[in-house]
C-alpha cells in the first residue's frame, strides 16, 4: 500500500518508520494485494488507470479471448461458406493447411477486436449513463439504481436503459469493424478457395484464384483496386444490421442475467459466478437470435472478394430454415467461451484498478 501523502513530505522519516519499511514482512498483504499497477506506480498513472478503466480492462481483456477462441472462428466461417459439417472442416484444413490455418489472419481481429470491443464498451458506458439521466428525468426512477439494488430484478426501464446502449454501441462500431472483419475473411477462407481454383485448372484469369493469403494489407488494397474505398464496406448493410440488433440482445442478456445471478439472490452483481454465467449466456442468446444474419453476411462477403469489380447477388436471410443456422454450435460455443473469458477478467481488471489508493 502506498505511503500516504503527508507522510512522504516529511523530510527525515525516524529510523523506527525507516526500518519498518524496510522490513520485507511488513504490511504483506498490502504489497500483494494491488494490480500490475502497484510496481511503483505514480498518482497520476493511477488516476489515469482508474479514470480509463472500462478502455483498458476491455482492451487487455479482448486480446486475450480472441487468441483464444480464433480457431473456433475460423470454422464457423468455413462451415458458413461451403456447408460442411465441424469435423470434416477441422480435418480438412489441417490436412491440406497446416495448424497454422487455425490462426491465419488472426492478427488484424486481435486489434480490431480489441479496438472494437474498447470503444464500444465506451460508447455503451457513456449512452447507458446519458440513458439513465433521462429515464430518470421522464420516470422519477433511475434505471442504473434499481439494476443495482440488493433483491432487484430486471424491469423494462433496465432492459430498455441496457438495449439501446447496446443498439448504439454497435451501430457506431459497424464502420470501423467491417474493413477489419472482411479481411479476416478473407484469410480465413483463402486456403480453401485457392485450392477448389487449383482442382478447376484453370488457364485463364479466375477472380477467386485471387482471393489467397497475401496478408490484410495485401487484400485491402486489392479491394480498393477492384471497388474503390467502398470495396472496404462490401457487406456492410448486412453488418450493421447484426451488430445493431446482437449488441442490444448481448447487453441486455449480460446485464438482466448478471442482475438475476447476483443482486436478486443476495449477492454482488459481480460476484464470480454471476460474471461467469451472465458472460456465457450473453454469447450465446445474442448468436442465437442473429445467426441467420451473420450466414448472409458471410456468403454475401465470400461471393463479393472472390468476384473483383463486379457486383454478386445478396443473399436472403432466412429464419428457421436448417441451411441459415449451420455452424451455429461452434459460434455458440466460441462466443460462450470469448465472453467468460472476456467479462470474468473485465471484471476483474476494473476490481483491481478500483481499489488502487491515489
Not at 61 to 77: I, M, N, Q, R, Y
Not at 132 to 147: H, I, R, Y
Not at 214 to 239: F, K
Not at 327 to 333: A, M
Request: net charge positive.
Amino acid at each position: 500500500m502506498p505511503v500516504p501523502d503527508d507522510h512522504r513530505q516529511q523530510p527525515k522519516p525516524t529510523t523506527t518508520t525507516t526500518q519498518h519499511d524496510a522490513s520485507p514482512s511488513s504490511t504483506p498483504s498490502s504489497n500483494r494485494t494491488g494490480s500490475i499497477f502497484h510496481f511503483q506506480a505514480s498518482k497520476d498513472v493511477k488516476a489515469f488507470a482508474k479514470k480509463y478503466r472500462t478502455e483498458i480492462s476491455a482492451s487487455s481483456s479482448s486480446v486475450l479471448s480472441t487468441f483464444l477462441a480464433f480457431p473456433l472462428d475460423f470454422a464457423k466461417s468455413r462451415m458458413q461458406s461451403y456447408e460442411t459439417g465441424f469435423v470434416h472442416t477441422i480435418k480438412d484444413a489441417y490436412k491440406a493447411e497446416g495448424l497454422r490455418a487455425f490462426w491465419r489472419g488472426v492478427l488484424p481481429p486481435m486489434l480490431s477486436v480489441t479496438l472494437v470491443r474498447t470503444i464500444s464498451f465506451s460508447l455503451y458506458q457513456k449512452t447507458k449513463y446519458a440513458l439513465d439521466k433521462t429515464f430518470t428525468q421522464m420516470t422519477g426512477q433511475s434505471p442504473l439504481v434499481t439494476a443495482n439494488a440488493p433483491g432487484s430484478y430486471p424491469t423494462f426501464s433496465t432492459v430498455a436503459c441496457f438495449g439501446l446502449s447496446g443498439a448504439v454501441a454497435g451501430a457506431v462500431i459497424t464502420t470501423i469493424s467491417c474493413p477489419f472483419e472482411l479481411t479476416k475473411l478473407n484469410e480465413q477462407l483463402a486456403g480453401k478457395v485457392a485450392r477448389e481454383a487449383a482442382l478447376r485448372n484453370a488457364s485463364t484469369y479466375n477472380p477467386a484464384a485471387d482471393l489467397k493469403s497475401g496478408g490484410s494489407m495485401a487484400t485491402a488494397r486489392r479491394l480498393v483496386r477492384d471497388r474503390g474505398l467502398q470495396g472496404l464496406y462490401a457487406g456492410y448493410r448486412l453488418h450493421l444490421l447484426r451488430d445493431t440488433i446482437g449488441t442490444s440482445i448481448y447487453f441486455i442478456t449480460y446485464e438482466s442475467a448478471k442482475q438475476l445471478m447476483g443482486n436478486a439472490r443476495g449477492k454482488s452483481s459481480t460476484s464470480p459466478y454471476a460474471v461467469v454465467v451472465a458472460g456465457g449466456l450473453c454469447g450465446i442468446v445474442s448468436w442465437a437470435c442473429i445467426y441467420p444474419v451473420d450466414v448472409a453476411k458471410t456468403v454475401y462477403q465470400k461471393k463479393l472478394l472472390a468476384a473483383g469489380p463486379h457486383a454478386a447477388a445478396r443473399p436472403d436471410i432466412e429464419f428457421f430454415k436448417s441451411t441459415s443456422y449451420r455452424g451455429l454450435g461452434v459460434s455458440v460455443i466460441r462466443s460462450c467461451i470469448i465472453n467468460m473469458i472476456f467479462f470474468s477478467n473485465f471484471e476483474l481488471m476494473k476490481k483491481r484498478i478500483n481499489a488502487l489508493e491515489v
